[in-house]
């Protein structure tokens, strides 16, 4: 690995106005990312997680500006890209793809798979339409797909081979860095396993980066090397896998880590009781956004926003109970 990143992230935020009839009153702001920040080195698949609402997949577009950020620095390879026009993004585009997670809503149903795949070749000027389907041919063996399904429609596959033509689009342009976004949530577990290791594999065998969003811990432990734990916008906890399920600092992790299942009946985990509901993002408390639910609240927590303490080994927690005195 080298020593530069090929993704950073520093202080990224994003709000969306929620319009509301003229009888309820003026618009929302709704803060789905609030100065959020990480690095995802070349060859490591880093993840994100927390639950739905959390803005987790909201990072994921801003890092390719599907969605324009607010605020914040995104650096691809050293290349401030948060600024950058529309050819240079084109350019970039090549090289930082997407997987989404309904890959029948992702794929054209009126497109053939050959088609779909070969498109953004042509778009990108990548080669000749030739060389394209020979690319694409190739591709599609990497992924487990057989020659035929070149001229098929997405309709003739199953969820699990629709995701693997959706990864094979983000792989025929080579990219060095896919933003895979619950890819295999809408999938079946026993599916879910062949399309992680085969994601393993293209990821040692291609030197792929990931960030891989995902609400489920059991399938961030099996792919990421670093995962960064999101709670309304921020990010409250973030470091290596083992440390974070083994030892898991900040308190929502800790009730994350507790109901996530573990196939393994001779382990008893207790269950972390959080109290009160799910703040809405529109109007999230002051202070820590975790304190209204947080079994260890203090009065601090309800004034101010702890600021990330460093713990040694790549670990991060923004948490006043590790603040430094």
């Known amino acids: 690995m080298t020593s530069q990143p090929v993704l950073s992230v520093v202080d990224l935020a994003k709000s969306f106005i929620v319009r509301r009839t003229f009888l309820d009153g003026p618009p929302l702001s709704v803060r789905a990312v609030d100065g959020v920040s990480f690095d995802i080195k070349t060859g490591e698949a880093f993840g994100l997680v927390g639950e739905s609402g959390c803005g987790k997949t909201t990072v994921g577009r801003c890092v390719l500006r599907l969605i324009e950020p607010d605020a914040g620095s995104l650096r691809f390879r050293g290349a401030e890209m948060s600024a950058a026009p529309a050819a240079t993004m084109k350019k970039l585009r090549q090289r930082i793809q997407i997987v989404f997670q309904d890959p029948y809503a992702s794929l054209n149903p009126r497109r053939s798979v050959g088609k779909a795949l070969i498109e953004p070749l042509l778009v990108h000027g990548k080669c000749s339409r030739a060389e394209a389907c020979d690319r ?7 992924v487990g797909m057989p020659a035929e399904a070149f001229n098929k429609f ?134 820590c956004h975790f304190h209204p639910r947080c079994p260890h609240a203090m009065d601090v927590c309800r004034t101010r926003s702890p600021t990330p303490v460093d713990m040694g080994g790549g670990r991060r927690v923004a948490c006043h109970l590790f603040a430094r005195t």
């Open 154 to 287: 997405p309709h003739e596959f199953s969820g699990g081979q629709r995701q693997r033509i959706a990864i094979a689009r983000a792989l025929v342009l080579e990219p060095e860095l896919i933003v895979a976004d619950e890819p295999v949530s809408a999938l079946d577990v026993s599916i879910q396993a062949q399309i992680l290791t085969m994601l393993k594999r293209l990821k040692e065998a291609r030197g792929l980066s990931f960030l891989f969003i995902s609400h489920d811990l059991g399938v961030v432990r099996q792919f990421c090397e670093r995962i960064a734990v999101m709670y309304l916008g921020r990010i409250v906890e973030i470091g290596p896998v083992p440390e974070i399920f083994d030892a898991p600092c900040h308190p929502y992790t800790q009730a994350l880590r507790a109901a996530s299942p573990i196939p393994d009946p001779a382990m008893r985990v207790g269950f972390a009781k959080l109290t009160g509901e799910v703040p809405s993002p529109s109007d999230p408390p002051r202070g």
């Open 136 to 142: 694409v041919l190739r591709v599609l063996d990497e």
